[in-house]
Every structure is written in C-alpha cells, then in structure tokens.
C-alpha cells in the first residue's frame, strides 16, 4: 500500500530525494512519517508532516538538512535529503499514522518496504 523509492548509492554532500507513493487506499487524512534503519540498529525516526502539509516534525539528526513534503493530490510524501553524510547510510521507510506527527514507529499503522541510502565518504 506504501511504496518507497528514489535511495541509491551517492557521496557525502550530495543530495537525494525520496518518494512513497500510496494505492490501494488514500492517505490524505494521515499524518505520513520517514524512518531509517541502519544496519545493526533500531528503526529511528526522521521526520513526519501532517495530514494537509501545515505541520513538520524532524529528527535533531536531520533538521535543516531534510525536507518532508506531499502531494495529497498524488497520494505521494517525498524526503528531500541535502548534503548527506555517510550516517545517513539507512533503508528508509515511510510510514502513515492517523495520529499527529508523532515521532514513534509503534504509533504508525501502515509501513512501506524500505528503499536503500548509502553515502559514501
């Protein structure tokens, strides 16, 4: 129902940007979030937008580096992710939550397969 893509193989510094797209069912009135998960970690959250767009949520880690947006019109939330770093090397997932912007993975209903950032240095 949640379909990530866009990760790839890129250098520190360079930028990258995310997409999940939703079928099935329309997510318009969830707030869509970003996680990661490197290897040998726990899943973390990244950042999360709210149901119209008005309203972000970022991971310390993250802020002033990566964008949350979406396209409700498209059923898509994208990550723009700028001058990244190799601890950015994840599988970032999206993740739709009917509660606000919410930062933890177990308050999020639905979950995408992942798509693959590595950074090299």
């Known amino acids: 129902q949640l379909q990530a893509s866009g990760g790839g193989l890129v250098q520190a510094g360079d930028s990258l940007r995310l997409s999940c797209t939703a079928s099935?069912?329309?997510?318009?009135?969830?707030?869509l979030g970003w996680f990661r998960q490197a290897p040998g970690k726990e899943r973390e959250f990244v950042a999360a937008?709210?149901?119209?767009?008005?309203?972000?949520n970022y991971a310390d880690l993250v802020k002033g580096r990566f964008t949350i947006s979406r396209d409700n019109a498209k059923n898509t939330v994208y990550l723009q992710m700028n001058g990244l770093k190799p601890v950015d090397t994840a599988t970032y997932y999206c993740?739709?939550?009917?509660?606000?912007?919410?930062?933890?993975?177990?308050?999020?209903?639905?979950w995408g397969q992942g798509t693959l950032v590595t950074v090299s240095s």
């Open positions: 993740a739709a939550s009917t509660q606000w912007l919410r930062t933890l993975r177990s308050l999020y209903d639905y």
């Open positions: 099935g069912r329309t997510f318009s009135s969830y707030t």
């Open positions: 937008i709210s149901w119209n767009g008005g309203s972000t």
